[in-house]
């Protein structure tokens, strides 16, 4: 069992920047890819960008160029959302996710969700 916590969201203006860290811990077998996905209210739960153990990184077209993801290398267990020039349409509830594969199998593991609000 993994447990994922989400830090770092709040209220900011557009064009401000927000840091979220999602912290896990609980697995004993390597964390393959982490990730966030964010929830908007209304709208279904979408990926905002992942990243490997290995630094493969895959973005949403929303947030290229404005957002960063990252990795505690040495670790593997902590990982950053750099968001940068946020805009209003970025306010939702993100989520930390992680995926672990045993076998055949995947697991995917998530964290309770942080609001992150963006004023006009």
């Known amino acids: 069992q993994v447990h994922l916590v989400e830090s770092g969201g709040g209220l900011v203006q557009a064009g401000g920047s927000l840091r979220l860290n999602c912290a896990a811990s609980g697995s004993g077998t390597p964390i393959t890819i982490m990730g966030w996905y964010r929830q908007a209210p209304g709208k279904l739960r979408d990926l905002v960008a992942t990243?490997?153990?290995?630094?493969?990184?895959?973005y949403a077209d929303s947030v290229k160029g404005r957002f960063t993801i990252s990795r505690d290398n040495a670790k593997n267990t902590m990982m950053d959302l750099q968001m940068n020039s946020l805009k209003p349409e970025d306010t939702a509830v993100y989520y930390c996710?992680?995926?672990?594969?045993?076998?055949?199998?995947?697991?995917?593991?998530w964290g309770q969700g942080i609001q992150v609000t963006v004023s006009s």
């Open positions: 996710n992680a995926v672990i594969f045993v076998g055949l199998g995947r697991y995917d593991y």
């Open positions: 990243i490997t153990g290995g630094g493969v990184i895959n």
